[in-house]
């Protein structure tokens, strides 16, 4: 079965960084486009990144030049390098990916931005 497991969530203060990583398993994950996306309280669930299976990126504008989005197909584990970190970063941050015709998300990480 599909299992999809974020960690590395965490409090940090403005201007930080913060790496998450999401480990798959029950796909061919190297074959697997990867996404990241994120939920802020009271907000609808945005795409923040995605990679695909040859290494193409694309992000969402508020975070591109600060977020980046890589994968390692030798460990089944795509990563969110996020740098320069804001307030509005806030949220519960979930890896995603569709296989079989069905999308799959992991449980999520909490990444909250404040002084």
């Known amino acids: 079965q599909v299992q999809l497991v974020e960690s590395g969530g965490g409090l940090v203060q403005p201007g930080g960084s913060l790496r998450l990583s999401c480990a798959a398993s029950g796909i061919i994950f190297r074959i697997s486009g990867m996404k990241w996306y994120r939920q802020a309280p009271g907000k609808q669930r945005e795409l923040v990144a995605a990679?695909?299976?040859?290494?193409?990126?694309n992000y969402a504008d508020s975070v591109k030049g600060r977020f980046t989005i890589s994968r390692d197909n030798a460990k089944n584990t795509v990563y969110l390098q996020m740098n320069s970190l804001k307030p509005e970063d806030t949220g519960a941050y979930y890896c995603?990916?569709?296989?079989?015709?069905?999308?799959?998300w992991g449980q999520g990480t909490q990444v909250t931005v404040s002084s």
């Open positions: 995603g990916t569709a296989w079989g015709a069905r999308d799959y």
């Open positions: 990679i695909g299976s040859s290494g193409i990126t």
